[in-house]
């Protein structure tokens, strides 16, 4: 029960692997409510997902740490109804899983079982690689996240690139080396050189998605408010603008506010 009804099939963790093999990009978008995620599975996205950047884009915090796992499965349970053809997959949040592995599979069940979605997204390496098994062991499709991990974000102190040196990249490289033997069937690398991206991706079976990773990486995804033009004063290097729809909606606004005032809405036509 999509916005538009799409005749595609619903993208998989195995199609994940087929794409991989074949050399095709893998597209993410994020999405946090029925009717925005309902426009991007009609229009062909492979998956969305329902990062906890809903706590910054939907909620208005400073960073992703306050959302809880009650306001991820509202969220993702509104997401999951609206797609028809990509892959669902949510953030368990900040909390949800650090603890120990027993309360972070009581979460991840809890996730799974309330919401409809296809995969959860864990950040972290080797330090969180028992919970990431459990949670595959107990068959659900884990998709892992390294570089800059915004969860973390206290303990970089700010928001940028990580894994410039040498010790750091190098852990990158077997942090996603652990996760893959661990069966993670996709890994976010966020805001890492292009150049050890790009190596990742070529060292691992999972399907890397990068985000500030260059053009390396198997796939990748934006925050959809950003790549379409509705976040203000947020313009990373790279980030890409593909539409203005921020711009539009105030369009919208404006002439609704006009013919409001000016009494022309609504028309003879459009009353009763
Ligand atoms: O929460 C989120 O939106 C994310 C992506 C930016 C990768 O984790």
Avoid at 143 to 168: M, W
Avoid at 212 to 231: E, F, K, P
Wanted: aromatic residues 6%; proline residues 3%; hydrophobic residues 40%.
């Amino acid at each position: 029960m999509g916005y538009l009804s799409t005749d595609k099939k619903k993208i998989t963790t195995k199609t994940y692997a087929e794409m991989k093999a074949a050399g095709e990009k893998v597209t993410m978008l994020t999405a946090y409510d029925f009717t925005t995620a309902g426009i991007i599975d009609a229009a062909g996205i492979d998956t969305i997902l329902i990062g906890d950047s809903a706590s910054n884009v939907m909620a208005g915090n400073a960073d992703t740490l306050p959302v809880t796992v009650d306001q991820m499965i509202y969220h993702a349970r509104s997401v999951a109804r609206a797609c028809n053809h990509a892959l669902v997959l949510c953030d368990m949040p900040f909390g949800s899983y650090q603890v120990c592995k027993e309360d972070a599979l009581r979460n991840a069940c809890r996730m799974m079982k309330e919401t409809g979605v296809d995969a959860l997204k864990l950040e972290g390496g080797v330090e969180i690689l028992d919970t990431v098994q459990a949670l595959i062991n107990a068959g659900i499709p884990v998709c892992g996240h390294l570089g800059l991990t915004p969860q973390s974000v206290n303990k970089f102190g700010g928001y940028g690139i990580r894994a410039k040196e040498d010790a750091e990249a190098e852990k990158l490289v077997s942090d996603a080396k652990a996760l893959d033997k661990a069966g993670c069937f996709a890994i976010v690398l966020e805001k890492v050189p292009a150049k050890l991206a790009a190596e990742v991706s070529r060292q691992v079976n999972a399907v890397t998605i990068g985000i500030g990773a260059g053009n390396g990486c198997d796939g990748q995804v934006l925050v959809y408010a950003d790549a379409l033009g509705m976040t203000q004063g947020f313009k990373p290097k790279f980030l890409r603008h593909f539409a203005q729809v921020g711009e539009e909606m105030q369009k919208g606004v404006k002439a609704y506010i006009d013919a409001v005032k000016s009494v022309e809405y609504p028309s003879a036509e459009e009353s009763y």
